[in-house]
């Protein structure tokens, strides 16, 4: 018996026991789902608010810089809870972006005021803050920088630039979403 049932398996113990004479049984179930094409925990609404944020074209990008184990900074002008939400379903949506791969390096959605110096790790990083975090953080120029609220992203020098021929329908598809009767 494995410890763990293969991927579309599922494994069923049958436990009996009894008091006074009774038996009677328990069945556990362990199951281990066959892989889809689907992505996992999908929530559309999550995916949506990024690509509404960022547009397919930004969206790619903060991808593509991800997948290359960049330092990824998502800000806010939003506070307390809702900037830790707001961040952190951002974050979650992005991650989710990778599958099947997983994100080796660290992850904060949401750093507190208190902790502002996290920003400036020199490893890969996947981190959220609010704007007024920032301001005591010294950030270089090697952080991808999305602003969540307004969209607008800042990268490193060293990234990989986008062919011609994607970037041209990437903008045709934001287009599209622009305008939703096309």
């Known amino acids: ?5 293969l991927p579309g398996l599922a494994y069923e113990v049958v436990c009996a026991f009894g008091l006074g004479g009774g ?3 328990a069945t556990m179930v362990f199951a281990n789902p066959a892989p889809s094409n689907f992505l996992p925990r999908t929530l559309s609404v999550q995916f949506y608010k990024l690509v509404q944020i960022l ?3 930004g969206l790619f990008r903060v991808w ?3 997948l290359l184990e960049q330092r990824i900074l998502m800000v806010t002008r939003k506070r307390g809870p809702l900037a830790a939400t707001y961040l952190t379903v951002c974050a979650e949506a992005l991650l989710m972006l990778l ?3 997983k994100w080796q390096g660290i992850y904060v959605p949401f750093v507190p005021m208190s902790m502002a110096v996290l920003v400036e790790a020199p490893t890969p990083y996947v981190m959220g803050v609010s704007e007024p975090t920032l301001r ?3 950030l270089d120029d090697g952080i991808v920088e999305v602003n969540i609220d ?3 992203i800042r990268l490193p020098d060293n990234m990989p630039a986008v062919p011609e021929s994607l970037e041209t329908k990437l903008d045709a598809v934001d287009a599209t979403l622009d305008d939703p009767m096309q």
């Open 99 to 101: 599958e099947p791969l």
């Open 136 to 138: 005591d953080a010294e």
């Open 1 to 5: 018996l494995a410890p763990y049932p």
């Open 55 to 57: 547009g397919v074209h």
């Open 64 to 66: 593509v810089a991800a």
């Open 23 to 25: 038996a009677e049984n």
């Open 150 to 152: 307004n969209g607008r």
